[in-house]
Nanobody, 125 residues
Framework: VQLVESGGGLVQAGGSLRLSCAGS????????MGWFRQAPQKEREFVAS????????RYADSVKGRFTISRDNAKNSVYLQMNNLKPEDTAVYYC???????????????????WGQGTQVTVSS
């Protein structure tokens, strides 16, 4: 599975951005998808995840109520709608995938097998 993120950029606090992740390769539609982020000098952290069907979604407490993860299997894509952005959301955002359904509950980066190259999100105050 190959993943390519897009949609990052610079936005003012309170603004919105929509990240996209385009996937390719065998069995993309059967994978669990997730978003992680890494701020400067910090470890990569879990943001959100969802199952193939989209019926199970999970969010980090820090983004609940502001971010929404979704996917379009027909387009081999997953999205992260980010609203009411805060300066502390500034980070490189990574798309991740894994074939094990249980991974939707895993926040450990080592449990996810496939990663994109990342897209920068900068929120100014």
């Amino acid at each position: 599975v190959q993943l390519v993120e897009s949609g990052g950029g610079l936005v003012q606090a309170g603004g919105s951005l929509r990240l996209s992740c385009a996937g390719s390769g065998r069995d993309f539609s059967t994978t669990v998808m997730g978003w992680f982020r890494q701020a400067p000098q910090k470890e990569r952290e879990f943001v959100a995840s969802l199952t193939f069907s989209g019926t199970t979604t999970r969010y980090a407490d820090s983004v609940k109520g502001r971010f929404t993860i979704s996917r379009d299997n027909a387009k081999n894509s997953v999205y992260l709608q980010m609203n009411n952005l805060k300066p502390e959301d500034t980070a490189v955002y990574y798309c991740a995938a894994d074939r094990a359904p249980i991974t939707v509950y895993r926040v450990d980066v080592n449990k996810w097998d496939y990663w994109g190259q990342g897209t920068q999100v900068t929120v100014s105050s």
